[in-house]
C-alpha cells in the first residue's frame, strides 16, 4: 500500500487530491498537513511512502519544507504540487531533491502516475518538461537570468514581487532586515534591473509570481 502524505494549506485542494487518489486501491492518504511545520510534525508519528507537497503554504514554504524532509528522510520521495508552471520552478525543486514536479492544472490527469513512479524512487517528469530538459542539452540554449539565482535569491524574488515588505520577508524567512537587503541588492544585480518595479515587472513577464 503507497501511504501519502497531502500537505496544501488550501483544504478543498486536498479533498479533490483524496477524491483523485481513493479511487485506486494501492493507494491511500493516510494523513493531511495545511503547512510546512505541520507536513514535518506529521513525519514524526507516521510512515509515509509518498509526500505531496504544495510550494506556498503559511510559515515554513515549500522549497524549506522540502529540503528539511529530504535531510531527515532522505529516502523519501517528495512529490511537487504547485500552481506555478513547471518551467520555471520545477528544475530548482528537482535539483533540491524532488522525486516529481506536477501543476495543479494536470493533477487529475498525472497524479496517480506520478504516485506509483516516485513510490518506486523513480523520478517522475511530464513529458512537456522532459522536452525542454533535452532543450537544455543544447548548449546555444539561452537560460533566463533568474537561473542563476541562488535558492534563497529566488525566493526573496517571489516574496517581493507578491507584495511583502523587507520587514515581512525577514520575519518569514527568519532573516534580518539588513540581509534581506542584501540578497535585494543581488537579486537586481544578477537580473540587470535598477529598482523594486522593475523586478516585479520581471518576476510577472516570466511567471514567477501569480
Known amino acids: 500500500m503507497i501511504n501519502i502524505l497531502i500537505a496544501d494549506d488550501h483544504s478543498v485542494v486536498r479533498e479533490g487530491l483524496k477524491q483523485i487518489i481513493s479511487a485506486n486501491a494501492d493507494m ?82 498525472e497524479l496517480v502516475n506520478a504516485i506509483r513512479t516516485v513510490s518506486k524512487g523513480k523520478k517522475y517528469v511530464t ?37 511583502r515588505t523587507s520587514g515581512e520577508i525577514a520575519n518569514e524567512l527568519f532573516l534580518s532586515v539588513k540581509t534581506v537587503s542584501t540578497y535585494k541588492a543581488r537579486i537586481l544585480e544578477k537580473l540587470r534591473l535598477k529598482n523594486t518595479a522593475e523586478l516585479i515587472t520581471y518576476a510577472l513577464q516570466n511567471q514567477l509570481v501569480e
Request: proline residues 4%; glycine residues 6%.
Open 28 to 109: 491511500t492518504v493516510l494523513a493531511e498537513a495545511s503547512s510546512g511545520n505541520e507536513a514535518i510534525e506529521k513525519l514524526r508519528d507516521n510512515t509515509f511512502s509518498v509526500v505531496i507537497l504544495d510550494i506556498a503554504m503559511p510559515g515554513k514554504n515549500g522549497l524549506d519544507t522540502m529540503k528539511e524532509i529530504k535531510l531527515k528522510h532522505p529516502n523519501l520521495p517528495v512529490l511537487i504540487l504547485s500552481m506555478y508552471p513547471e518551467e520555471q520552478y520545477a528544475r530548482r525543486f528537482l535539483r533540491a531533491g524532488a522525486s516529481g514536479y506536477l501543476t495543479k492544472k494536470s493533477a487529475s490527469e
Open 127 to 163: 513529458s512537456s518538461l522532459a522536452e525542454q530538459l533535452v532543450g537544455e542539452l543544447d548548449i546555444t540554449t539561452e537560460k533566463p537570468l533568474h537561473s542563476t539565482l541562488s535558492d534563497r535569491e529566488f525566493q526573496v524574488l517571489g516574496l517581493i514581487a507578491s507584495g
